[in-house]
């Protein structure tokens, strides 16, 4: 009996019955497979199947064809009163559509406000990540993204997506100001979750640093420039960002928390009860890789201007402030040996860049976030995929895949699909299908 295929419609009978005018909704669910033990279980207990509120409110909300369940939705069950069996949707975008798990554990997700670059990927990914530099920099004011200027606005843009987009995918979208009332804030995430469905929406919350309402402005007129140190702000702008995480969890909303560079945020970020962190790759293996070789050139020619290049260096990249300019030399070497030392550039645990990929996952594993999931973001160049797609083969990290969700340009993730080679054999094929001798 052991290979014996069962299902929840193997159940229906005489003594099991659907609840009159759910029909239709169960139907939907009926084909899942079940254990030979559950099968007996439930044949003992169950007098009627149904299905929950949010199983309706779902299939209503994406429109879904009949007989089937969407993608990004679980089919579980619930045992209730009177020996009913009810059939529920849960949201986990680890599931295609009629209940059925991705091919994956991990998840890839598309970093981009372009509908035209989400179309061909829509189908194979399970979250779209966007911020405001992507839709106003790289889509809305780029006319050679936004062909025709078709596109004036971020609802206009937004909207697009959404229809582009189904059921399967998350969508996390940032907030424009987060230092804006916190009235506000929620008026705007509230418009979003009405475009995307409670179901997709995430909003966005970024870690603030030092910058506040106050000095925010200092970012965005001059030089551009914070005179307070990345380190040297106050307690309360650090913990902005967890804050107002927080409440707008309070208010029912899943947050992408933002703009983690560093290993050591991580475990802060988690109080803030995320459903999403993330491991920003690109600038920060760029900057190590920098700050790492103008180093070695002072420690082999102990020669001030390399101390005096990686001070304008890390001026420009904010690991100093506009007011470390002259800082003294010694300091310039402290930091840049305790960088490379913590992010481990000249050990296997980090000379690919991923020592914070590593790290998050460990104290992910550790957390008791069950649903949480870290998103893996900026990358880019010829080595950061193909690494972190040797990252997640690793012994250490196997029970940890179905956690990550790689997020980048959709161009970035369609190139590491091809190799060269391809082009060999569609040159051979190709000629031999054309005739050639």
Same mark, same amino acid.
């Given at each position: 009996m052991q290979s014996v295929n069962y299902s929840l419609e193997s159940l229906v009978g005489d003594d099991i019955q659907i609840i009159s005018k759910e029909e239709e909704y169960v139907q939907r669910a009926l084909h899942q497979n079940i254990s030979l033990d559950e099968y007996r279980f439930l044949l003992g207990r169950v007098k009627?199947? $149904?299905?929950? @509120? #949010?199983?309706?409110?779902?299939?209503?909300? =994406?429109?879904?064809?009949? &007989?089937?369940?969407?993608? $990004?939705? !679980? +089919?579980?069950?619930?045992?209730?009163?009177?020996?009913?069996?009810?059939i529920d949707l849960v949201r986990n975008i680890s599931y295609d559509k009629n209940g059925q798990k991705r091919a %994956?554990?991990?998840?890839?997700?598309?970093?981009t406000a372009n509908p035209y670059e989400?179309?061909?990927?829509?189908?194979?990914? $399970?979250?779209? %990540?966007?911020?405001? &530099?992507?839709?106003?920099?790289? =889509?809305?004011?780029?006319? !050679?993204?936004?062909?025709?200027?078709?596109?004036?606005? #971020?609802?206009?843009?937004? $909207?697009?997506?959404?229809?582009?987009?189904?059921?399967?995918?998350d969508i996390s979208v940032e907030l424009n100001d987060p230092f804006a009332?916190?009235?506000?804030?929620? !008026?705007?995430?509230?418009?979003?979750?009405? *475009?995307?469905?409670?179901? #997709?929406?995430?909003i966005k919350?970024?870690?603030t640093g030092p910058v506040n309402a106050g000095n925010v402005n200092e970012l965005l007129t001059g030089d551009k420039r914070l005179h307070t140190r990345w380190n040297q702000g106050a307690t309360a702008d650090y913990l902005y960002g967890h804050n107002l995480a927080l409440k707008l969890k309070d208010h029912g909303f899943r947050v992408n928390y933002t703009l983690m560079f560093e290993p050591w945020q991580t475990g802060m970020a988690l109080q803030a009860k995320p459903y999403f962190i993330n491991s920003f790759v690109r600038q920060r293996m760029g900057v190590t890789t920098y700050i790492? &070789?103008?180093?070695?050139?002072?420690?082999?020619?102990? @020669?001030?201007? =390399?101390?005096? &290049?990686?001070?304008? =260096? *890390?001026?420009?990249?904010? +690991?100093?402030?506009?007011?470390?300019?002259n800082v003294d030399l010694r300091m310039v070497e402290k930091i840049a040996r305790e960088t490379v030392e913590y992010r481990k550039i000249n050990e296997k645990e980090g000379f690919d860049g991923m020592d914070g990929v590593r790290h998050n996952l460990r104290m992910l594993r550790n957390s008791n976030l069950e649903d949480t999931r870290l998103i893996i973001c900026s990358i880019e160049g010829s080595r *950061?995929?193909?690494e972190l797609d040797k990252l997640?083969?690793?012994?250490?990290?196997?029970?940890?895949? @179905? #956690? +990550?969700?790689?997020?980048?340009?959709?161009?970035?993730?369609?190139?590491?699909?091809?190799?060269?080679?391809?082009?060999?054999?569609?040159r051979r094929f190709m000629n031999a299908a054309n005739g050639e001798q």
């Open positions: 009627k199947i $149904g299905v929950s @509120d #949010r199983f309706k409110d779902v299939i209503h909300t =994406f429109n879904v064809p009949k &007989g089937e369940t969407p993608a $990004g939705f !679980e +089919i579980r069950y619930n045992m209730k009163e009177c020996q009913i069996l009810e %994956t554990k991990f998840i890839y997700s598309a970093d989400l179309k061909p990927i829509k189908n194979l990914i $399970g979250n779209l %990540t966007c911020n405001p &530099g992507i839709i106003y920099d790289l =889509f809305i004011n780029n006319p !050679e993204a936004n062909i025709g200027n078709q596109f004036k606005t #971020r609802d206009e843009v937004m $909207g697009e997506i959404s229809s582009i987009l189904g059921p399967g995918s009332d916190f009235s506000q804030i929620l !008026e705007e995430a509230e418009h979003f979750r009405e *475009m995307f469905s409670d179901y #997709r929406m995430v919350v970024p870690h790492n &070789g103008m180093l070695t050139a002072y420690t082999k020619t102990y @020669d001030d201007r =390399f101390l005096e &290049g990686l001070r304008a =260096f *890390m001026v420009q990249w904010d +690991i100093l402030s506009k007011d470390d300019q *950061m995929y193909p997640m083969t690793e012994p250490e990290f196997q029970d940890m895949t @179905d #956690r +990550i969700v790689i997020t980048t340009e959709p161009s970035y993730l369609a190139q590491n699909t091809s190799a060269p080679q391809i082009v060999t054999y569609q």
